[in-house]
Every structure is written in C-alpha cells, then in structure tokens.
C-alpha cells in the first residue's frame, strides 16, 4: 500500500505535553474537514510505500515518531503501527478524532474541531485551538490525561490565558515551533 505523504521532517514536538521533544514527523496528506487557520498544505503529496517510510525516519536519530497531517487517521493502518514498533520506534499521533485509530499508538494528542463529529473517546492529551468555541464538551466528550488550549495562530494568546485561569482543568500549549521559528 502506498501512503500520501506531505513530508517527513525531523524538528522538536512544538506543542502540547511532549513540547521540546525531538522527533521525526511524518505529515500525512489530506483532511476530512477544512479548518480556516490550518497551515497544512493538503494538494502537495508523494505517495511512499512502507518500505520508503520507513527507510527515511531511519536518517534522523530521535526513535519518537509524530504521525500528523492533514488527518493522518485517514490513511494510517495496523501494518504502518507494527512496523514502527518493530524498529523500535515510539508512535505520537496528532488527530482531529473523527475516525477510528489501530491498536498501539503510543500518545494519542485528539485535537477535536468544531461541528465535526468525534469518535476517539480517549487520549493521552486533548489539545484544541481556541477561537472562543465551547470547549468544555470536549472535556466531557474525551477522557484525557491533560487537556490543552492553544491560541490560533499566536494572535489571542490574552483570551487563552484568561480562560485557563477561570477553569484550571485547562492548560496553555503554545506553539513553540512558531515562536522559536523552526518547523
């Protein structure tokens, strides 16, 4: 099976609890919903066999793997899941939660979006963008570990802080990639 791949990277985790983690990001393409602030470019893909995969994580030195996207659960398989861990590697995901995961995933981060519908029930880490949405079913819709909030884009930074402090249940999560200007 082939796989659409955006790119394959090697950066530090930006976001969330594994923030200033090294590790290798594969960027999967494609999305099933169309979120205004997304920064992914979803058109531009080269189609990558396991093999090809795998062979091209192996050039980075970090084992953590980060399976984002576009919505990687769109694409991914058990066969992807067990052939990562069979080179010892350590599998994060970055989902919106609208679809089904393999069994095995390491860290699963659910960042849900508005109106869509949500299946994941559980994560290690609920991260969602705030633009003034109601997030608290979210809260109630995932059990989590950690819930974050993150400011769109780094512009409403003050809103996000203000809401973490009037419902402590909720973390700031910066995009540090952004700020310190690496990928």
Known sequence: MAYRINEIFYSLQGEGANTGMPAVFVRFSGCNLRCSFCDTD??????MELAEILD???D??????????????????SELIEALHEHDKVIAI??????????????VTCSPKG??????????EVK?????????QYAD???????????????NTDEVIAYCLAHPHWSLSLQTHKLIHIQ
């Open 42 to 47: 979803f058109a531009s893909y080269r189609e």
């Open 60 to 77: 980075f030195p970090s084992d953590f793997i980060v399976l984002t996207g576009g919505e990687p659960s769109l694409q991914i398989d």
């Open 94 to 107: 970055e989902t919106n939660g609208t679809h089904p995961l393999p069994a095995d995933i390491d860290w």
């Open 115 to 124: 109106g869509s519908r949500i299946v994941l029930r559980e994560a290690d």
């Open 141 to 155: 819709m995932i059990e989590a570990e950690s819930y974050y909030l993150q400011p769109c884009s780094c512009e």
């Open 56 to 58: 091209s994580i192996e």
């Open 128 to 136: 969602v963008v705030y633009t003034g949405q109601d997030v608290e």
